[in-house]
């Protein structure tokens, strides 16, 4: 918007800008996992977002997204408090899903 070249071309933003080899919508074939950083900030609010979104699509149950703190999953909290909790958490952990690691 402020770079020269658009200044004199503001129309050409408004048609919305394409990134080379860009993937249009896609709707999930399966439920997912992701799998978020507690020390990634901003992480956990876009893994909620996608839910958020595919929800609103209703392409998706509530169910059809879980999302687990990595840090959980791997071991790697020193917390005794939090181990145990997460601990509890990975009981309910479905590894027959596909799972992704969200990095933001």
């Known amino acids: ?10 129309d050409e933003l408004s048609k919305g800008i ?12 399966s439920p997912i996992n992701i799998l978020v950083c507690e020390s990634n900030c901003g992480c956990l609010e ?4 996608l839910k958020d979104v ?3 699509h209703e392409q998706s149950c509530d169910d059809s997204i879980y999302i687990y703190d990595a840090g959980a999953l791997f ?3 020193e917390n005794e408090e939090q181990l145990a ?4 958490n990975l009981l309910s952990f479905p590894a027959d899903r596909p799972t992704f690691l969200l990095l933001y």
Do not use: C
């Not at 918007?1 to 503001?10: A, I, Q, T, V």
């Not at 909790?85 to 509890?88: I, M, Q, V």
């Open 18 to 29: 394409m990134i080379p080899g860009e993937h249009g919508p896609v709707l999930l074939q």
């Open 1 to 10: 918007n402020y770079l020269p070249y658009y200044e004199d071309h503001f």
């Open 46 to 49: 876009i893994a909620n977002e």
């Open 54 to 56: 595919a929800l609103e």
């Open 75 to 77: 071991g790697t909290n």
């Open 85 to 88: 909790k997460d601990e509890e």
